[in-house]
């Protein structure tokens, strides 16, 4: 059960913050992503960012790189900013397979 502390804090949010929120609940509820998809056929299966092949692990590396979206965005001109978001919600919810998709890649 949500704490009262949670609740109250929660209900506190700004209304596009708590919009957010509730899509990333939502697709984690549902296991589907927006703007995030999965093909055994595009990178090997891992989460791409939809229409390309952009892996959102290569750029939760980029980020940890210290990479801005800004500079992300300029070196990926097919990529949208809402593309980042949905990315780094995506990160956020599944960060064990990022990291082993980070880590497998650095071995490669």
């Known amino acids: 059960m949500l704490t009262i502390q949670l609740e109250s804090e929660l209900l506190a949010l ?13 697709a984690d509820l549902t296991h589907t992503w927006p703007g995030i998809e999965k093909s055994p056929d595009i990178a090997g ?12 692990w290569s750029l939760a590396g980029y980020r940890r790189l210290g990479w801005s979206e800004e500079r992300i965005l300029s070196n990926f001109p097919t ?13 956020a919810a599944h960060p064990s397979e990022i990291e082993q998709a980070i880590r497998e890649n650095e071995e490669a």
């Open 45 to 56: 299966g891992a989460a791409c960012i939809i229409r390309t092949r952009i892996p959102v």
């Open 79 to 91: 990529l949208r900013p809402a593309d980042l978001r949905n990315a780094w919600a995506y990160v």
């Open 14 to 26: 700004p209304m596009p913050d708590k919009l957010h929120l509730l899509q990333v609940l939502v």
